[in-house]
């Protein structure tokens, strides 16, 4: 065996138990797991549910809305396919290997641009401990697509582009992280926007440097357009130069402006979390100090070039950091913290670099091993369901599964505090059977509940005997994204997932994913003019329980419609099936 | 002579970031006597959701931080240009960026108050003369100059 394959042993073994720490095993206990948390509302409403209108041929953004981005669902689709099918097992599945793939290319980013192994491994020691097992995430970080790799995964491929540029000059690699920039865009508008700039900083910045010429710039620059467009139209074909899209894209992000689901940013410090406070003030202070200092050291030609790439990420980091500030929630900083992580490694490697080679190289295999001591005792960590965690221990397990915060279980903890509807659930029982961790004994136990529950071929079976194939199916309930997938149905509303999900048995009402009057009015809309042939809602909305409904929400417009337009004609599981009767 | 350089910058950086921090307080307590008005914005939003509506200003304020910062630091460049790989003026930069240091120090023990203590007076009167003698000493500065 040749030399240069021997002295790559370190990064293999360093790639292998960061493969080990972050595959998990069992696949099925953690999705039942997930499933009894929150019964996939945030699968659902973040992936799932435009992932599989997709997959059934609806256009996204114009028949049904896709929160987070365009392009993220029907990428997410197309590896879920691969994987074996778009449901919540696949979609963990995914996103674990997501996750090695990321971890594993920053790993090789820190690398070769810090020239120290032992530092590298620190980083993604770092990241680890930063991102995916922060103290304000629970039970587990995968339980969140929108606060994962799912959201920002192109960034480190970018990264890699930008480094291969910088140490080889070649104007192909800038190019192609320009069209890396302009295909996140597509995938994810908000985060795709921060690599643009960060391209955008890094092009400017070499030709004031003098290591780029404007026109090979500005050349390489309509990549990002190019690959915009082109992904664009793919997707969307001529709805993508349409004024719905626009409106549509542009809807949720007006809101934020508007301050709808912003959170202050002392708000951590009045709840007492000042540990994390603290740090939603000094990462954005880390950015700017390396920003500037790197900035001004090469303005002053005193580093080499090779540094830039902490500026790109602290304009990167800063650009990103954009959702802290908005949404200052203790669960976000960490979401936006991987330029972090990597201009810690930076300055680190600028401390041990004032050293000799054999201690630097000691020093840094020891702030490594601290690194990955500290993950190590971390409780995130510890809970992490992979090989290691669940050495002869169950995921119920309490180390595993822990209790909230407060003392309650996790299971139904989203919806155990609902309003009753005085009257039985939709299959006509009042047991609402929510179970709690204490009430399994095993995983198989757990799994098998699950199976049990989330199967809803019952229900899909009628929706498909009453909806032809191709046609879209209007199910109003807090499954609707199984159901719909199971029935193999396009979704007939526009806000779909429909509901911010409650488990099936519960005799109280959901609430719709219905925020303002104007999308209220579109899905009355939608049913007043397309007038389907048949509704399928979940039973305990029947037309003597709907004044229970909070008139403060969408629910009660949405069922005074259908109970006044349809009426009864067959009942599945939870669904019952309602046709048309007036005009 | 490269070191030398190296920790001018570091210390002109720190120093940038207590001065841009203190200008985003000012820009905040300015802004914090004119109330965010929504207009029709808050009807549009189905009433069991209108509690999520908290505007804010977060942002601008963010970028008025980073903007600052640029333009301080660009001009902290200019004044100090021939002078950035020098020894003598280190020792100066380090007692600014203590005084800086210090004051940033004394706003956010009182901006820690207001938001956790129910904006009490004193904090806010501590506030007030932290960033007025900060502005004092700017002025006193530039006027030795």
């Known amino acids: ?583 | 002579m490269r070191e030398a350089a190296a920790r001018n910058a570091f210390l002109v950086s720190l120093i940038t970031l207590c001065e841009s921090i203190q200008v985003v307080i000012v820009a905040a307590v300015v802004l914090s006597f004119y109330p965010i008005i929504l207009g029709d914005f808050l009807n549009s939003i189905l009433p069991f959701f209108r509690d999520m509506v908290l505007p804010e200003r977060e942002m601008p304020l963010f970028a008025l931080f980073i903007g600052t910062n640029g333009l301080i630091y660009a001009a902290w460049l200019w004044v100090l240009r021939g002078r950035m790989e020098t020894q003598e003026i280190f020792e100066d930069l380090k007692r600014l960026f203590l005084v800086q240091a210090a004051f940033v120090f004394v706003e956010a023990a009182a901006g820690f108050f207001i938001f956790t203590a129910g904006n009490p007076t004193m904090a806010r009167v501590v506030l007030y003369a932290a960033l007025g003698l900060c502005a004092a000493e700017h002025a006193w500065r530039a006027v030795r100059r």
């Not at chain 1, 480190?156 to 320009?178: D, K, M, P, Q």
């Open chain 1, 1 to 583: 065996m040749n030399k240069g394959v021997l002295k790559l042993w370190p990064d293999a073994v360093v790639i292998a138990l960061l493969a080990a720490a972050l595959w998990i095993p069992d696949i099925g206990a953690v999705t039942a797991r997930i499933f009894m948390g929150d019964q996939f509302h945030h699968f659902d409403q973040c992936v799932l549910g435009p992932a599989w209108a997709h997959a059934a041929g609806a256009v996204l953004d114009i028949d049904v809305i896709s929160q987070y981005g365009l392009g993220m669902p029907m990428v997410m689709a197309f590896f879920m396919k691969i994987a074996g099918g778009i449901d919540p097992d696949h979609l963990l599945t995914v996103m674990v290997w997501m996750y090695i793939f990321y971890f594993t290319l920053w790993y090789v980013f820190a690398r070769i641009w810090l020239k120290n192994t032992g530092l590298a491994a620190g980083v993604l020691a770092f990241g680890l401990l930063t991102h995916l097992c922060h103290r304000n995430v629970y039970p587990f970080l995968l339980t969140y697509p929108s606060a994962t790799v799912v959201r920002f995964c192109w960034d480190a491929v970018f990264f890699l582009l930008i480094l291969a540029h910088v140490r080889v000059g070649r104007g192909i690699f800038l190019g192609l992280a320009g069209a890396m920039a302009g295909f996140a865009v597509f995938y994810l508008s908000s985060t795709g926007m921060c690599l643009v700039v960060a391209w955008a900083f890094y092009v400017l910045a070499s030709v004031v440097l003098g290591n780029l010429s404007l026109k090979s710039a500005a050349a390489w620059g309509l990549g990002i357009p190019a690959a915009f467009a082109v992904s664009l139209g793919i997707a969307l074909g001529h709805h993508a130069v349409g004024p719905e899209l626009q409106h549509n894209l542009s809807e949720f992000n007006n809101y934020f402006i508007k301050g709808f689901g912003t959170t202050p940013i002392y708000e951590s410090l009045q709840q007492g979390q000042y540990y994390v406070s603290l740090m939603g003030f000094f990462i954005p202070c880390v950015y700017i100090v390396t920003l500037t200092c790197v900035c001004g050291l090469l303005w002053l030609r005193k580093i080499n070039s090779i540094n830039i790439l902490a500026a790109v990420l602290a304009v990167y980091g800063l650009a990103m950091y954009h959702y802290y500030i908005a949404r200052s929630a203790g669960t976000n900083y960490f979401t936006v913290g991987i330029p972090y992580v990597l201009i810690a490694g930076f300055w680190a490697s600028k401390v041990l670099n004032r050293s000799s080679a054999v201690p630097r190289q000691w020093a840094a295999w020891a702030l490594a091993v601290g690194l990955a001591a500290a993950l190590w005792t971390t409780p995130n960590a510890r809970a992490y369901p992979n090989v290691l965690n669940l050495l002869g221990k169950s995921v119920l397990d309490p180390s595993i599964t822990r209790p909230l915060p407060n003392g309650k279980p996790y299971f139904h903890h989203l919806a155990s505090g609902n309003a009753r509807v005085p009257s039985l659930n939709s299959l006509g029982e009042s047991d609402e059977q929510l179970l709690t961790e204490r009430d399994f004994t095993s995983d198989d136990k757990l799994k098998e509940f699950y199976r049990k529950e989330f199967d809803l071929s019952e229900d899909a079976r009628l929706v498909a005997a009453l909806v032809p194939p191709g046609e879209k199916a209007a199910v109003i309930s807090s499954y609707d994204v199984r159901i719909l997938s199971q029935a193999n149905r396009k979704p007939f509303f526009y806000h779909y997932p429909f509901f911010l999900s409650r488990p099936m048995r519960m005799n109280s009402f959901a609430v719709p994913s219905i925020y303002t009057v104007g999308q209220l009015n579109k899905t009355l809309k939608q049913m007043d003019e397309a007038k389907p042939a048949f509704i399928f809602i979940e039973a305990v909305y029947a037309p003597q329980n709907a004044r229970f409904a909070n008139p403060g929400n969408g629910l009660l417009p949405v069922l005074m419609y259908v109970h006044s337009h349809y009426t009864p004609v067959a009942k599945g599981k939870y669904l019952m099936a309602l046709r048309r009767s007036a005009p």
